[in-house]
């Protein structure tokens, strides 16, 4: 299995006290260096501007890349754009474009983008909620696009509603998106009423949901809409800021729940389209939680 990561990733600076901090994907690549050897490691090359713009309109990437600040800015009161993020964000735009390539190629089964800045948030043309491009997105119309793919599915268990994936796939009936989260929380959006033409599953959770609540909305609800979707690629916006520990939210989940959760999809994929799965990771916000989890959830790709 692949992991794909960039330095550049690191030196996106936030500032101070920012929750979406480089130690995040540091904890990330040391817990996967040291409790999973076996994994492939592979640098992020840069996305291109042509599959930039297959998810984002001209005046976001031109916001991004060409804006050049000499110190850090605020693109909303949370998104920060420093002299070093449209390097980070190019590089987890590709992170996910070429472990798409990969994995349709026959080179890995699965794949996992170890990024920041996340991107779930990010709309066709806005950047907010700590994401610059949305990743996931770009991955998606890629695989479309370039490769020639009819279904893909992507599946979101940030306890953030996606809603920048939702806002570019709702009238897209080649995707499906499916996304558990806590409601209400920021961004305010994932009702069980916003359906798309179709293609957009949300089940939203209350605060101090548990395991037990988790588990059976994806198996009552959202992988039974994912089977029945029958993708030809399953791709996975992992957050795991739903742990019991994170610092910005209130649901409780462990992580084996994110372990059960992949369980389940590598079962979805394995049914439908030879296994192949591509994750790129979102939240997560407790260090010691979020290494934790990512190694039970990349543990359970390895599978």
Request: with cysteine; glycine share 6%; aromatic share 6%.
């Amino acid at each position: 299995m692949r992991v794909y990561t960039h330095p550049a990733c690191l030196a996106h600076d936030t500032g101070p006290d920012h929750a979406e901090r480089p130690a995040r994907l540091t904890a990330v690549v040391d817990a996967l260096r040291r409790e999973l050897p076996a994994l492939e490691w592979h640098e992020a090359p840069r996305a291109t501007r042509g599959q930039l713009l297959r998810a984002h309109a001209p005046d976001l990437l031109d916001a991004v890349l060409e804006t050049h600040p000499a110190q850090r800015i605020l693109l909303d009161p949370d998104t920060v754009l420093s002299p070093t993020s449209a390097e980070a964000a190019l590089r987890a735009a590709g992170a996910a474009v070429a472990a798409v390539d990969a994995v349709l190629s026959g080179k890995t089964r699965r794949a996992f983008c170890a990024v920041r800045p996340p991107g779930h948030h990010a709309t066709c043309d806005v950047a907010m909620g700590f994401c610059l491009f949305n990743n996931i997105a770009i991955a998606a119309l890629h695989a479309l696009d370039k490769h020639g793919l009819e279904r893909v599915a992507i599946v979101d268990f940030d306890v953030h509603h996606g809603n920048g994936t939702q806002a570019i796939f709702e009238r897209d009936p080649r995707v499906l998106f499916a996304s558990s989260h806590q409601w209400p929380l920021y961004p305010d959006t994932g009702a069980r009423n916003e359906t798309g033409v179709g293609n957009i599953v949300n089940m939203p959770l209350p605060a101090e949901a548990e395991g037990v609540l988790f588990r059976r909305a994806w198996d009552d609800v959202l992988l039974p809409a994912v089977d029945d979707f029958r993708p030809q690629l399953l791709l996975v916006s992992a957050g795991f800021d739903a742990h019991w520990r994170d610092p910005l939210a209130q649901l409780r989940l462990q992580a084996g729940d994110y372990a059960w959760i992949t369980d389940a999809l590598v079962a979805l994929a394995n049914r439908h389209c030879g296994g192949r799965i591509v994750s790129s990771l979102e939240g997560g916000y407790d260090l010691a939680a979020l290494a934790e989890s990512s190694v039970a959830h990349v543990g359970a790709l390895c599978a």
